[in-house]
């Protein structure tokens, strides 16, 4: 079964700092990845997804993430981070008919 | 369009009771998946089902169960409950259907067994 790691459970950036939260998946074959976003007291929000196609791929709130096949890799970046990023940032992997399979989370902190 | 939409979105249960768990998914998503987060295990897949069929399911035990209507609407069901099964439990639902498929959440049921 995929497993998904996410090398840092607890950042603290300051304001207009830049982001990349690191995300591996275990193992390759064709899988579809997802960024989820949660909010203090907020359901879980999409913020990109890649399925095929351009590894480079832009999310909403100014947010995009590359896929590197070879690395099974899908980190996600933000040039400048606000206060209003401070949320638990999850990476997602589904592989065929699978569920999706998360990573641990990393709780963001930005200082104003 | 609506979103995901589930009820209770909290709830306090006793241990040994047992407990059901509503979703309505988006209008034209056929497929519906139930997820568990807590603080310690993060997010776990329960099941997924499509067209009524459950498709689809991760490692819990049997007392956690699923069903889907034929207007998609899911309910899961746990039985005899535990303190350990304390969690937001999460409704997903998609297409279901196709490859490039984006998953929505809900925004959860909170469960608290005493």
């Known amino acids: 079964a995929q497993s998904v790691s996410q090398h840092n459970h607890h950042v603290i950036l300051s304001e207009a700092a830049s982001l990349e939260l690191g995300c591996n998946y275990s193992?390759?074959?064709?899988?579809?990845l997802f960024w989820y976003v949660q909010y203090p007291g907020q359901h879980l929000q999409l913020l990109l997804k890649y399925f095929s196609g351009d590894p480079l791929v832009k999310g909403i709130k100014g947010f995009e993430a590359e896929f590197i096949k070879s690395k099974f890799s899908f980190n996600l970046r933000k040039p400048s981070v606000q206060w209003s990023d401070t949320a638990e940032y999850f990476c997602a992997v589904k592989q065929g008919a699978d569920g999706l399979t998360f990573g641990k989370g990393t709780h963001l902190i930005i200082q104003p | 369009k609506a979103g995901v939409t589930q009820t209770p979105r909290y709830l306090i249960k006793t241990r040994g009771q047992q407990v059901t768990l509503s979703c309505s998914p988006i209008?034209?998503?056929?497929?519906v998946s139930w997820y568990q987060q807590t603080p310690g295990q993060g997010l776990q897949f329960l099941f997924e089902y499509f067209s009524e069929t459950q498709r689809n399911k991760g490692n819990f035990p049997g007392r956690f169960s699923g069903r889907q209507f034929s207007n998609s609407r899911s309910e899961m069901n746990v039985s005899t409950l535990e303190l350990g099964d304390s969690a937001l439990y999460l409704c997903?639902?998609?297409?279901?259907?196709?490859?490039?498929?984006?998953?929505?959440f809900g925004e959860g049921s909170w469960l608290t067994v005493v």
């Open positions: 193992y390759g074959g064709t899988v579809n």
């Open positions: 997903a639902s998609s297409y279901g259907d196709r490859d490039a498929d984006t998953i929505y």
């Open positions: 209008s034209g998503h056929r497929s």
